[in-house]
């Protein structure tokens, strides 16, 4: 796949954010409610039929509920410190909030009435973030710090594509899926299962390719109208999922009009889109975030903490699901040097501190940050290789590629 270095560039700011958050952000329109043992009896279908079952479905409203669910066992340092600003609540940012789903398990409600009107409320202990899209409004609301924020017109539909895409319908998402899926996938039909009580059969997809931390995405399909229901991202290690997402409850009904209407109650203080704090900001003070400023010290993350520092250059090594992204930043220091400059960030020597055992190749040395879905190894002469593969496979790798 070839991309000019511009785009790739851009691209890498975002590879690990993307990675750790974007699955469980492009699920979360469907959420986990588990299959019923010893799944419905329904007429055989191939996978091709299945698909095109998905592709021919034409619901756009409904309304329920819905569970997100993500483990990807990253190190709690870690956690904070790629999460960004605002993970821990109390900001009514939509990027603060999407980057709450990399982690545990969230309950919202759900409703959409076509491509113009979604609404989803996070309902985490107490508190409720609300986030809705009625026409050229996008409004995200926190009950927590009383803060709203509000986007209007084309820059709402260009700034918050991925907020929209939370409550997109499901079928988009996995069309999307079963899009990208490519010859390296093998796709068949899995058991039958009853997902919020509707009938549903199973469509799975596998790597052909050995070295993925993805055993499988199964999606639970209804039976009758070819709604996905349910996601599951399946680790190639086994275990529960790396991301489950499917309804608890589900109607296809239409949605009442006053559900994507919204105000900010009184004394909410209200944050225009075009004001808002971006990229290494703190969501509040809008200074420079001290974690994002920790992760650009490291070579080759200023580019994955968002920032533009150095020179850096980004080369997509082998294909599918072995796709593996190498970034030279361009540097010019190597991981000792950081650890033994008296003027690195003591945030960045904690986050050296909590990556993985240190390995060996003809690369030479490095450190890896090890996720269930993504793992990113950092060598000492200031690249970063990062992919879904596991930490064999990200090592060979970067051997193949000197």
């Known amino acids: 796949m070839a991309a000019n270095t511009k785009t790739s560039r851009k691209a890498a700011r975002y590879a690990v954010p993307v990675a750790v958050a974007g699955v469980a952000a492009a ?73 709450q789903l990399a982690a545990g398990t969230h309950t919202l409600r759900v409703a959409a009435d076509g491509p113009d009107r979604q609404k989803l409320t996070f309902l985490d202990g107490k508190d409720e973030y609300t986030l809705v899209h009625n026409g050229n409004d ?25 907020g929209d895409r939370l409550a997109a319908s499901p079928q988009q998402i996995a069309q999307d899926i079963i899009k990208q899926a490519g010859p390296t996938t093998d796709i068949g039909v899995g058991d039958t299962a009853q997902i919020a009580g509707r009938d549903a059969y199973q469509l799975v997809l596998k790597p052909k390719q050995s070295g993925s931390t993805v055993g499988s995405v199964q999606i639970a399909v209804d039976a009758k109208n070819g709604v ?47 004001d808002k704090a971006r990229g290494g900001k703190d969501a509040k003070s809008g200074k420079d975030d001290e974690r994002f400023k920790a992760l650009e010290s490291l070579p080759g993350f200023g580019q994955l903490a968002g920032g533009d520092h ?83 496979q990200l090592v060979k790798t970067a051997d193949a590629a000197k």
Do not use: C
């Open 138 to 162: 996008v409004w995200g609301y926190d009950s927590k710090s009383n803060e709203a924020f509000h986007d209007k017109g084309d820059r709402a539909g260009q700034d918050h594509k991925t």
């Open 310 to 392: 150095g020179k850096g250059d980004v080369k997509v090594l082998g294909e599918g699901w072995a796709t593996v992204a190498r970034i030279d930043s361009g540097a010019g220091k190597s991981l000792k040097d950081v650890e033994n400059d008296k003027n690195t960030p003591k945030e960045a020597k904690q986050f050296l501190n909590s990556l993985g055992d240190k390995v060996h190749g003809k690369f030479g040395e490095g450190r890896i940050l090890s996720t269930r879905l993504v793992n990113a190894l950092i060598t000492d002469d200031g690249k970063v290789y990062v992919g879904a593969v596991t930490k064999d």
């Open 228 to 274: 996905p229901l349910r996601v599951q991202l399946l680790s190639s290690q086994g275990g529960k999922p790396i991301v489950e997402a499917g309804f608890t409850q589900v109607d296809f009904g239409k949605p009442a009009a006053d559900s994507f209407t919204f105000t900010p109650p009184k004394g909410a203080k209200v944050t225009e889109g075009a």
């Open 27 to 99: 699920t979360a329109a469907m959420v986990p409610a588990f299959a019923t043992a010893g799944g419905p009896d329904l007429p055989k279908v191939t996978a091709q039929q299945l698909i095109e079952k998905v592709a021919a479905s034409d619901v756009q409203q409904l309304s329920g509920s819905a569970k997100i669910t993500t483990d990807l066992g990253l190190p709690t340092l870690a956690t904070g410190l790629l999460g960004g600003a605002g993970v821990t609540g109390g900001s009514a940012n939509p990027e603060d909030k999407i980057a």
